[in-house]
């Protein structure tokens, strides 16, 4: 038998004789393995091409065309489509189109059935149609009957999302009720809220919307296939066209092109080597706990004549060995994970194709865990093959040495990777900051031991049972270091995300800016006549009893042309274009949440009340007036500085009067309010109804929240530090048995037992948290730059989650240290020698 099947049978027996540190093992090899094989697995089984919808998209039919407004500008190609529309409006009753002429283009032996999407307006929403005759057989496969029957004429079928059940009965606004004769589903989007029928009042969509997925239309059953040359002439004819000849005509090509994004490529190579360094580091204790209980069994068979080498393949046989079985069962449980995560996370929204898995990346993953499992192991390898046999079987620990030459190493590495970030927080891409923050992590690693040594010198002015723990710590480096380095790791990694997150997000709210303070509702109407705004803005009192309203003007050249009123600030770094409003002192009133005497003086002095204070310079601002239609114009116009009613709020209000001095007439066309519509508010419908060229919005300020996956980052750093941690607390307490074993002979009481002990978590996991703290900020701050700058000139936003940062530096190491305090710590008897 050969040495290396003798090695893999020793180390499954071992793995199996030692099961909590094999799982262990196994865990932190496996996560990494198990979460990102999830992830593609997910993505691939929640991406449908266009092939594996067709039967969805077209159920038996050849070809789908869908009939866009007249003027519709339509032109498709294999690359994609594009249409323009210069005047057709959804509100227009029939299509161009009829069936009969469709045929004709299509060519002789076609048969058409209606195929229309759209919506239908219920009492609080609106809801997707299809109106088709899913009897046909040209719709075979597009849904599937799971209860009841197809809907006949005044019949329908909905989707499970929509909750309801054979006999029910559906009420469309203002149109006879609807009977629920059946129950479908959708092959690919199980959260789809449907209604299917043969004829039902569809609602027009709140404006153009794209052909591939709303309008009117027909399926087809054609006689020889639609390809690409027939498009030109549908197009022409108004036609948005789907057809099987197209999709499969238009493969992708099995040639796959290579590009060289160079910042990709290193973002995705450091982030390979944090995962490969972080699991080495973490997995590199628990390796050192096998190695410990099998330091007598290795000396026994070199005793025997084993070589260093055969020592070497025997520990790196466990690397292999639970590497190997890690990854397997991580891979098979990622893709099982990934394929009901996808089914799970469609049902919340979104689609789920057939199981996918993308085997190339899947595979890659699955062989750098193997590697990672060996990688971890090769250190007590190394340190198997050194070990004196003598010593070990006399049952003297062995003396470790310290590499001279490895603290000028890391430090070396530590200079570089911080000129590195000096010089990568300039790039406008966050890679390379993480590519520096690797170099920076790797030089502190090979700067452990020094670290470890230098801070076990204060050591004497502790009280007892932590100086006897940082003392052993000191005495064996050679588990404390790995320890230490991952605790170190894990924590400059989240601190790093942690800062650079809390910058963005920071970023993003000093960003956010309006022109109207939160919970303005706004109405404004285009290019209409008096008569239909007067009845608009009557539907609005009506609608808004009690709510008093502001009016804002709209400006006209002394030819009728539209022209809107600018002027260019910077606000947080980026240049943003404000539009000036045209009011008088209610408005005024409105946007300042408040009475403002001198702004209201100023205002009725012909002059612009501004917001902005950049904008206005030597009591002036510069505006640009312009139009789609007229010449533009440049126009500067008294100004005086005033205080919004949001602290994010910009903007500027100018009186009609000074408007019409600069040669423009107003007209009144806005309406503004302090009104929040509720959710179910059919207020823009209703205006709409007045008119289409209504417009309805409402400022509800800064929605956005900070990013919760930050504090997913910490259950993560939890379990790594915490694990971590009691892995080399264990190795410490089996290291330290017989100072314990004399302590205990002398009187010690089990409390400062269990001190020692703790004093090593707290040890291990209070250095790594620190130096990781020290690493972490500084590649948190150089992310910030990247992150949250806008263009030359532009200060990066640093901001620091203090909670998150002493939950992680503070709180993780506590956490750990009480652990290592409860944990259960058995002294068996020790034979001694008289």
Same mark, same amino acid.
């Not at 789920?352 to 190339?360: A, E, I, K, S, T």
């Not at 990013?707 to 915490?722: C, F, H, I, M, S």
């Given at each position: 038998?050969?040495?290396?099947?003798?090695?893999?049978? !020793?180390?499954?027996?071992?793995?199996?004789?030692?099961?909590?540190?094999?799982?262990?093992?196994?865990?932190?090899?496996?996560?990494?393995?198990?979460?990102?094989?999830?992830?593609?697995?997910?993505?691939?089984?929640?991406?449908?091409?266009?092939?594996?919808? !067709?039967?969805?998209?077209?159920?038996?039919?050849?070809?789908?065309?869908?009939?866009?407004?007249? *003027?519709?500008?339509?032109?498709?190609?294999?690359?994609?489509?594009?249409?323009?529309?210069?005047?057709?409006?959804?509100?227009?009753?029939?299509?161009?189109?009829?069936?009969?002429?469709?045929?004709?283009?299509?060519?002789?032996?076609?048969?058409?059935?209606?195929?229309?999407?759209?919506?239908?307006?219920?009492?609080?929403?609106?809801?997707?149609?299809?109106?088709?005759?899913?009897?046909?057989?040209?719709?075979?496969?597009?849904?599937?009957?799971?209860?009841?029957?197809?809907? =006949?004429?005044?019949?329908?079928?909905?989707?499970?999302? !929509?909750?309801?059940?054979?006999?029910?009965?559906?009420?469309?606004?203002?149109?006879?009720?609807?009977?629920?004769?059946?129950?479908?589903?959708?092959?690919?989007?199980?959260?789809?809220?449907?209604?299917?029928?043969?004829?039902?009042? &569809?609602?027009?969509?709140?404006?153009?919307?794209?052909?591939?997925?709303?309008?009117?239309?027909?399926?087809?059953?054609?006689?020889?296939?639609?390809?690409?040359?027939?498009?030109?002439?549908?197009?022409?004819?108004?036609?948005?066209?789907?057809?099987?000849?197209?999709?499969?005509?238009?493969?992708?090509?099995?040639?796959?092109?290579?590009?060289?994004?160079?910042?990709?490529?290193?973002?995705?190579?450091?982030?390979?080597?944090?995962?490969?360094?972080?699991?080495?580091?973490?997995?590199?204790? %628990?390796?050192?706990?096998?190695?410990?209980?099998?330091?007598?069994?290795? %000396?026994?068979?070199?005793?025997?004549?084993?070589?260093?080498?055969?020592?070497?393949?025997?520990?790196?046989?466990?690397?292999?060995?639970?590497?190997?079985?890690?990854?397997?069962?991580?891979?098979?449980?990622?893709?099982?994970?990934?394929?009901?995560?996808?089914?799970?996370?469609?049902?919340?929204? /979104?689609?789920?194709?057939?199981?996918?898995?993308?085997?190339?990346?899947?595979? *890659?993953?699955?062989?750098?865990?193997?590697?990672?499992?060996?990688?971890?192991?090769?250190?007590?390898?190394?340190?198997?093959?050194?070990?004196?046999?003598?010593?070990?079987?006399?049952?003297?620990?062995?003396?470790?040495?310290?590499?001279?030459?490895?603290?000028?190493?890391?430090?070396?590495?530590?200079?570089?990777?911080?000129?590195?970030?000096?010089?990568?927080?300039?790039?406008?891409?966050?890679?390379?900051?993480?590519?520096?923050?690797?170099?920076?992590?790797?030089?502190?690693?090979?700067?452990?031991?020094?670290?470890?040594?230098?801070?076990?010198?204060?050591?004497?002015?502790?009280?007892?049972?932590?100086? $006897?723990?940082?003392?052993?710590?000191?005495?064996?480096?050679?588990?404390?270091?790995?320890?230490?380095?991952?605790?170190?790791?894990?924590?400059?990694?989240?601190?790093?995300? *942690?800062?650079?997150?809390?910058?963005?997000?920071?970023?993003?709210?000093?960003?956010?800016?309006?022109?109207?303070?939160?919970?303005?509702?706004?109405?404004?109407? /285009?290019?209409?006549?008096?008569?239909?705004?007067?009845?608009?803005?009557?539907?609005?009192?009506?609608?808004?009893?009690?709510?008093?309203?502001?009016?804002?003007?709209?400006?006209?050249?002394?030819?009728?042309?539209?022209?809107?009123?600018?002027?260019?600030?910077?606000?947080?770094?980026?240049?943003?274009?404000?539009?000036?409003?045209?009011?008088?002192?209610?408005?005024?009133?409105?946007?300042?949440?408040?009475?403002?005497?001198? %702004?209201?003086?100023?205002?009725?002095?012909?002059?612009?009340?501004?917001?902005?204070?950049?904008?206005?310079?030597?009591?002036?601002?510069?505006? @640009?007036?312009?139009?789609?239609?007229?010449?533009?114009?440049?126009?500067?116009?008294?100004?005086? &500085?005033?205080?919004?009613?949001?602290?994010?709020?910009?903007? +500027?209000?100018?009186?009609? =009067?000074?408007?019409?001095?600069?040669?423009?007439?107003?007209?009144?066309?806005?309406?503004?309010?302090?009104?929040?519509?509720?959710?179910?508010?059919?207020?823009?419908?209703?205006?709409?109804?007045?008119?289409?060229?209504?417009?309805?919005?409402?400022?509800?300020?800064?929605?956005?929240?900070?990013?919760?996956?930050?504090?997913?980052? !910490?259950?993560?750093?939890?379990?790594?530090?915490?694990?971590?941690?009691?892995?080399?607390?264990?190795?410490?307490?089996?290291?330290?048995?017989?100072? @314990?074993?004399?302590?205990? +002979?002398?009187?010690?009481?089990?409390?400062?037992?269990?001190? $020692?002990?703790? *004093?090593?978590?707290?040890?291990?996991?209070?250095?790594?948290?620190?130096?990781?703290?020290?690493?972490?900020?500084?590649?948190?701050?150089?992310?910030?730059?990247?992150?949250?700058?806008?263009?030359?000139?532009?200060?990066?936003?640093?901001?620091?989650?203090?909670?998150?940062?002493?939950?992680?530096?503070?709180?993780?190491?506590?956490?750990?240290?009480?652990?290592?305090?409860?944990?259960?710590? @058995?002294?068996?008897?020790?034979?001694?020698?008289?």
């Amino acid at each position: 038998m050969s040495a290396l099947l003798v090695a893999l049978r !020793l180390a499954r027996r071992n793995a199996w004789r030692s099961r909590g540190r094999s799982a262990l093992i196994m865990v932190m090899i496996g996560l990494p393995v198990l979460v990102i094989t999830g992830v593609f697995t997910l993505t691939e089984t929640m991406s449908v091409t266009p092939r594996e919808g !067709l039967v969805a998209e077209l159920g038996a039919a050849d070809a789908r065309l869908v009939q866009t407004p007249e *003027g519709t500008v339509l032109q498709q190609q294999p690359n994609g489509a594009s249409w323009n529309t210069s005047g057709g409006d959804y509100e227009a009753a029939a299509p161009e189109l009829g069936a009969a002429k469709v045929a004709a283009l299509l060519g002789p032996g076609t048969r058409l059935i209606p195929f229309s999407t759209g919506a239908l307006r219920l009492s609080t929403e609106r809801v997707d149609a299809l109106e088709t005759d899913l009897r046909d057989p040209l719709t075979r496969g597009m849904l599937t009957l799971s209860e009841g029957r197809f809907p =006949a004429a005044r019949e329908v079928a909905v989707t499970p999302a !929509l909750g309801l059940r054979p006999g029910d009965l559906l009420r469309p606004s203002g149109e006879a009720p609807l009977t629920v004769v059946g129950v479908v589903e959708h092959p690919y989007r199980p959260s789809l809220r449907e209604v299917v029928g043969p004829d039902l009042p &569809l609602a027009p969509p709140d404006g153009f919307l794209s052909p591939a997925e709303y309008g009117p239309g027909w399926l087809a059953d054609t006689a020889k296939p639609v390809t690409w040359a027939d498009v030109p002439a549908l197009n022409t004819a108004g036609l948005y066209v789907t057809s099987r000849a197209m999709i499969s005509d238009f493969e992708p090509r099995a040639l796959v092109r290579f590009s060289l994004d160079v910042p990709r490529t290193v973002g995705l190579g450091a982030m390979v080597i944090m995962v490969v360094l972080e699991t080495v580091l973490l997995a590199g204790p %628990a390796f050192a706990v096998g190695l410990r209980r099998r330091r007598r069994e290795l %000396a026994e068979i070199a005793a025997q004549g084993g070589s260093a080498g055969h020592l070497r393949t025997i520990v790196l046989a466990d690397g292999l060995v639970l590497g190997g079985a890690a990854t397997l069962v991580a891979t098979v449980l990622g893709i099982g994970a990934g394929v009901l995560g996808a089914s799970i996370m469609a049902r919340w929204g /979104g689609q789920v194709g057939p199981p996918g898995v993308p085997w190339p990346p899947v595979l *890659g993953i699955a062989a750098l865990g193997l590697l990672t499992g060996l990688v971890a192991a090769l250190v007590p390898a190394i340190q198997a093959a050194r070990q004196n046999t003598a010593a070990v079987l006399a049952g003297r620990a062995p003396a470790v040495a310290d590499r001279p030459g490895w603290p000028l190493v890391g430090a070396a590495a530590v200079l570089a990777g911080l000129g590195a970030t000096v010089v990568a927080r300039r790039q406008p891409d966050s890679m390379w900051v993480l590519a520096s923050a690797v170099l920076i992590l790797l030089g502190l690693v090979a700067l452990m031991p020094w670290l470890v040594r230098c801070t076990g010198r204060p050591a004497a002015r502790l009280r007892l049972p932590l100086r $006897v723990s940082v003392r052993d710590a000191v005495r064996h480096r050679s588990r404390t270091v790995s320890a230490v380095a991952a605790v170190m790791a894990v924590t400059a990694t989240v601190v790093a995300v *942690g800062i650079g997150a809390n910058s963005e997000y920071m970023d993003r709210r000093n960003a956010y800016t309006s022109a109207r303070p939160t919970g303005t509702l706004a109405i404004w109407a /285009g290019t209409i006549g008096d008569t239909t705004w007067n009845r608009l803005r009557a539907e609005t009192a009506r609608r808004l009893p009690g709510v008093p309203l502001a009016a804002g003007y709209q400006v006209k050249d002394a030819q009728g042309r539209r022209y809107a009123l600018r002027y260019t600030v910077r606000w947080n770094g980026i240049r943003t274009r404000r539009t000036i409003a045209v009011g008088d002192q209610t408005l005024l009133r409105l946007l300042q949440g408040r009475h403002d005497p001198q %702004a209201a003086a100023a205002l009725a002095s012909g002059k612009a009340v501004v917001f902005d204070a950049s904008a206005v310079r030597n009591g002036k601002l510069a505006l @640009r007036a312009g139009s789609t239609s007229g010449p533009a114009r440049k126009l500067e116009v008294p100004a005086m &500085l005033a205080t919004p009613a949001d602290e994010y709020q910009g903007g +500027a209000l100018l009186p009609r =009067a000074l408007v019409e001095q600069a040669g423009f007439s107003t007209v009144e066309r806005q309406l503004y309010a302090m009104y929040r519509p509720p959710a179910d508010s059919t207020l823009s419908r209703d205006l709409a109804k007045v008119t289409p060229r209504v417009t309805v919005a409402s400022e509800e300020g800064y929605r956005n929240v900070p990013d919760p996956g930050l504090w997913g980052w !910490l259950v993560g750093a939890l379990v790594l530090v915490v694990g971590g941690t009691l892995a080399a607390t264990r190795l410490a307490a089996a290291d330290m048995r017989p100072e @314990r074993v004399t302590m205990m +002979a002398i009187g010690a009481p089990p409390g400062t037992l269990r001190m $020692v002990v703790a *004093g090593q978590a707290l040890y291990i996991s209070g250095l790594g948290a620190l130096v990781g703290l020290v690493a972490g900020t500084v590649t948190g701050v150089a992310l910030s730059r990247p992150m949250t700058t806008h263009g030359a000139g532009d200060p990066a936003t640093i901001a620091i989650p203090w909670p998150f940062v002493i939950a992680v530096v503070v709180g993780l190491p506590i956490l750990a240290t009480v652990a290592a305090l409860i944990t259960r710590t @058995r002294l068996p008897l020790a034979r001694r020698l008289l």
